[in-house]
């Protein structure tokens, strides 16, 4: 095992039969999760159950954001219920985001609440999404529209489950990396990736080691001063997020979430540098940090894209007040800014290459 254990978050190379131990207390626990994943790591997190004699039983349910979905939660729910899990029991929630957010809140819901360990196996979950509490479901109206914050009583994240991952979601979950590296708390993250390029680009599990807990140390001290969104410190984790959420939502851009990211924390160094927040030199290691993991820096046929309809797109991200919020570096850190100048957008457009 490498990697240091903070709390109960551990993470390292090997860790995934931790779960055993951390669950030892409990009477029956249910792993949920998805065929392709628990054909590859079910067994070894059920032997790790069956050594300390905790009764658990697999539920399967199905894979992307369809599933993720009310209808999944109800299927998880009754299958716990015939299960016979009761409320001091547990659910272990094994995969990537979907099922961190699916199974998580079905825990938060079930009997009022049960206790959740978040056992993610992509770069993304195990860097962000298994970490800090918010889980939900997506509405045939929004994504994440249903859900709760429902913090995990542990986290294992385990490296050596990323070498199965498909190469493109590897990849994209480097984004959200990427995101950490730019914050201001991101030295650490920054210099793996600019030292172990080759090494993080090959998922060197020891390396990923050191760059997931770096990662998730800084979200551990983000969540911890803001847990619940309200003040405004947790919204510093959407940096890159505002433009990369414009480019999900007006679809058909063939990008993972990850690599909107990429391409929206370019958008947010050019903006910046544009309000003269930044300079330059810091604006180009928004495209250059991204574009050495081989992440997109320009939205794919960018130039067919209307400006002003993803303006409008950022105007009705929930996460907006009303008019356009981004998140932008500065001289006193991440701050939101309202309404930036519409020269300044446009330089921020021309950065990623959308629009004419
Ligand atoms: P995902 O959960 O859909 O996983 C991607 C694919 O990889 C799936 O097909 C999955 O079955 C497969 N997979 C998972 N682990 C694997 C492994 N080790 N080997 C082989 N295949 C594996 O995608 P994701 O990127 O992990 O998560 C995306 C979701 O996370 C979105 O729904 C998003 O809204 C959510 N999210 C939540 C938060 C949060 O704070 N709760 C933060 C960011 C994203
Ligand atoms: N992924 C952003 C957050 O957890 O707040």
Not at 218 to 236: F, N, W, Y
Request: glycine share 10%.
């Amino acid at each position: 095992m490498t990697g240091p254990r903070r709390g109960d978050v551990v993470v390292g190379s090997g860790v995934l039969d931790q779960v055993g131990e951390l669950l030892a207390d409990r009477r029956r626990v249910a792993v949920v999760s998805q065929p392709v994943v628990a054909d590859a790591y079910a067994a070894t997190v059920c032997s790790a159950l069956d050594a300390v004699r905790v009764q658990h039983e697999l539920v399967l349910m199905g894979d992307g954001e369809q599933a993720k979905s009310l209808a999944t939660v109800e299927d998880l729910c009754r299958r716990f219920a015939r299960g016979g899990l009761l409320r001091n029991d547990a659910v272990v929630a094994l995969g990537g985001g979907v099922v961190g957010d699916t199974a998580g809140f079905a825990a938060a819901v079930y009997h009022r609440g049960v206790d959740v360990v978040q056992v993610p196996t992509t770069l993304l979950a195990q860097v962000d999404s298994a970490v800090g509490g918010k889980t939900g479901v997506n509405l045939p109206e929004g994504k994440n529209l249903v859900g709760s914050f429902h913090r995990p009583v542990a986290v294992v994240a385990d490296t050596r489950t990323l070498t199965t991952l498909p190469e493109r979601e590897y990849r994209s979950g480097l984004g959200e990396v990427v995101k950490y590296a730019l914050m201001p708390a991101g030295t650490a993250v920054a210099a793996l990736l600019d030292e172990k390029t080759d090494a993080v680009l090959g998922r060197d599990p020891s390396v990923l080691s050191s760059l997931v807990r770096a990662c998730v140390d800084i979200k551990l001290a983000i969540v911890d001063a803001d847990p619940e969104e309200r003040t405004g410190v947790r919204a510093t984790l959407n940096l890159g997020h505002t433009f990369a959420h414009a480019l999900e939502t007006a679809g058909g851009y063939d990008l993972y979430h990850g690599e909107a990211v990429a391409v929206g924390l370019v958008f947010a160094g050019a903006l910046a540098e544009a309000l003269e927040r930044i300079p330059a030199v810091d604006a180009a290691r928004y495209r250059a940090l991204p574009a050495s993991l081989r992440l997109p820096v320009t939205v794919p046929n960018g130039d067919v894209l209307d400006r002003e309809a993803l303006l409008a797109l950022i105007r009705r991200d929930k996460k907006a007040k009303g008019g356009i919020t981004f998140v932008l570096p500065g001289a006193r850190g991440l701050e939101t800014v309202d309404d930036p100048p519409l020269a300044a957008l446009h330089h921020a457009f021309d950065a990623v290459g959308v629009g004419g």
